[in-house]
């Protein structure tokens, strides 16, 4: 039963169960035949698809024993997305949480942290994973100082993966596999292919593992990595801009997390910054979507991969075939990034712009 048709006990049955949307308007303006799909993640009560994982690694933890009321403190380094996630759920059940993340991480996400009742420590962008003063540098030096300090620790723990293997990865199969092919909208009936950004590369791992063990076996698995970073194989595709900086948050690292089964994605495609903004501001212009700058990176290596692969083109010219795109939160924490001010307050004035400038230029003190 979706959540929202009855009383929920806490905050946390609001995590997940989000929709499956088509993404039509962008698949005409592509030329694509078959069906472009987003799973938008921002809808869970955190904003993100990272809800998941913390909700689970809380609740796990917690059967284990790991976790003590009133003295376990929760430390994690994250990009942002699973801190909020950690320290919603860590506010339900009464835990304290100190959250260390890279200083090109938004403003937002440390405000909703805050907001939530988390510490947050700022850390170096530029210093490697494996540095004292990096954002796990330095999460693990407060665990080893602070009595009950724990790293739930999202790069190696199983339980982020087991989040999508059993939540996500099902939400999207039955949505598919639940809508009744028409004339109109046909439909294989099954997913056909998916793309998704890789971070930690539990979200793509679990889904993967989600959608070929139950569902397709076939299903095509498309990993998307911002240049700079390290985790497309064949290493090669990595090479030519390892390590530069990338302004996209949420996806792609100097290291390889043993969350990530790099075997189990079949085709990576690399992308850039400004290909995956001009995808948020397509999400966004065309399908109302106010999704963050790694859902554009998501649409933008997915759009790629259709277009430039030969499986992937022959995806694309199959009507029905169900392609999957992973839209992982919403633009709640970037709304002072350069980035997204420039798309959104210094884009061109459109013709409709220029015609109410031109009735309303006689009174004065008004501004369009």
């Known amino acids: 039963m979706p959540f929202s048709q009855h009383i929920l006990d806490n905050a946390l049955g609001a995590v997940g169960n989000t929709p499956l949307i088509r993404l039509d308007r962008i698949s005409k303006a592509e030329g694509l035949e078959c069906n472009l799909l987003g799973k938008l993640e921002y809808p869970s009560v955190g904003g993100s698809v990272k809800d998941r994982i913390a909700k689970r690694m809380v609740e796990a933890a917690e059967k284990e024993g790991k976790l003590i009321p009133g003295y376990s403190v929760v430390i994690e380094p994250t990009s942002g997305n699973t801190g909020i996630g950690l320290a919603m759920a860590c506010a339900v059940k009464g835990y304290s949480v100190i959250i260390t993340m ?68 099902p939400e999207i199969i039955e949505a598919v596999t639940s809508t009744p092919a028409t004339t109109d909208k046909p439909s294989s009936g099954k997913v056909d292919a998916l793309i998704a950004g890789a971070g930690t590369g539990g979200t793509i791992t679990g889904l993967s593992r989600a959608i070929k063990k139950i569902h397709n076996k076939a299903c095509i698995i498309v990993g998307v990595d911002p240049k700079g970073s390290i985790l497309a194989v064949p290493d090669s595709l990595n090479t030519a801009d390892v390590g530069a900086q990338y302004i996209v948050e949420g996806i792609g690292y100097d290291f390889v997390p043993d969350v990530l089964s790099r075997n189990e994605i079949d085709y990576w495609i690399k992308t850039a910054d400004e290909e995956a903004f001009e995808a948020v501001r397509k999400l966004m212009r065309l399908e109302g979507l106010l999704v963050g700058g790694s859902s554009g990176s998501s649409l933008s290596g997915a759009l790629r991969w259709l277009q430039e692969t030969d499986e992937g083109r022959r995806i694309a010219r199959t009507r029905g075939a169900n392609v999957v795109v992973l839209l992982p939160d919403g633009i709640r924490n970037y709304i002072s990034k350069p980035w997204f001010l420039k798309m959104a307050m210094g884009a061109e004035p459109s013709p409709l712009a220029h015609r109410i400038t031109a009735i309303l230029k006689p009174e004065a003190g008004t501004s369009v």
């Open 102 to 169: 890279p200083n090109k991480m938004s403003l937002e996400k440390e405000a909703a942290l805050r907001a939530l009742g988390a510490e947050v420590v700022r850390t170096p962008t530029e210093a490697a994973w494996d540095s004292p003063e990096s954002h796990i540098g330095v999460a693990q030096k407060l665990q080893r100082e602070i009595p009950g300090g724990i790293i739930l620790d999202q790069y190696g723990n199983v339980n982020n993966p087991l989040a999508h293997e059993y939540t996500t990865g």
